[in-house]
């Protein structure tokens, strides 16, 4: 019988492992992309508080106040349109040195 060595046997055992880890996730891939999740309501939060977040076709369409929330912000309202606005800051600055 043939001594396999420690680095065959991690690389063939991780092979292994990562078959294993990643077949839940392609069955859940499967079940995601089904047509019940194109238009969903999350619970999120943001600088001016807690809103119900809904989504229509993958993008963020709606922001209404959270329900017990005493003084809700208008500002929320403007979440959606901020979202997508050309303007929007994309990626943090870097600063020179």
């Given at each position: 019988?043939?001594?396999?060595?420690?680095?065959?046997?991690?690389?063939?055992?991780?092979?292994?492992?990562g078959?294993?880890?990643?077949?839940?996730?392609?069955?859940?891939?499967?079940?995601?992309?089904?047509?019940?999740?194109?238009?969903?309501?999350?619970?999120?939060?943001?600088?001016?508080?807690?809103?119900?977040?809904?989504?229509?076709?993958?993008?963020?369409?709606?922001?209404?106040?959270?329900?017990?929330?005493?003084?809700?912000?208008?500002?929320?309202?403007?979440?959606?349109?901020?979202?997508y606005?050309?303007?929007?800051?994309?990626?943090?600055?870097?600063?020179?040195?």
């Open positions: 019988m043939d001594k396999i060595s420690r680095r065959k046997f991690l690389k063939g055992s991780s092979v292994a492992l078959g294993l880890a990643a077949a839940p996730l392609v069955s859940a891939q499967k079940a995601i992309s089904g047509p019940s999740l194109d238009s969903f309501t999350k619970v999120s939060a943001s600088h001016w508080g807690a809103f119900n977040g809904r989504v229509e076709g993958g993008r963020f369409v709606e922001a209404r106040p959270f329900a017990r929330d005493p003084f809700p912000s208008p500002m929320l309202q403007a979440l959606p349109s901020r979202t606005a050309p303007d929007r800051v994309k990626y943090p600055m870097e600063r020179a040195i």
